[in-house]
């Protein structure tokens, strides 16, 4: 009877240490990836105010060329 106890308690343990490996790396995965969206934040604000600037204004607000 021991001898069952104690191989269903390594048996847990051994699932334990593994969903413990799984957690750790998950959390790995989730760290990388709150940096990359961070990386994508910034660069999504550079473009974003790039292309404002070299947007087209609309015709009312174009000024004419200097040959007008």
Known sequence: MTDSIDER???IELMLTEQQRMLDDL????????????TLKKENALLKTLLER???????EETPPPHY
Request: proline letters at 5%; glycine letters at 4%.
């Open 9 to 11: 308690l390594i048996n």
């Open 27 to 38: 959390n790995e995965v989730i760290i990388s990836q709150g940096k990359e969206i961070d």
């Open 54 to 60: 070299e947007t087209v204004n609309p015709l009312s």
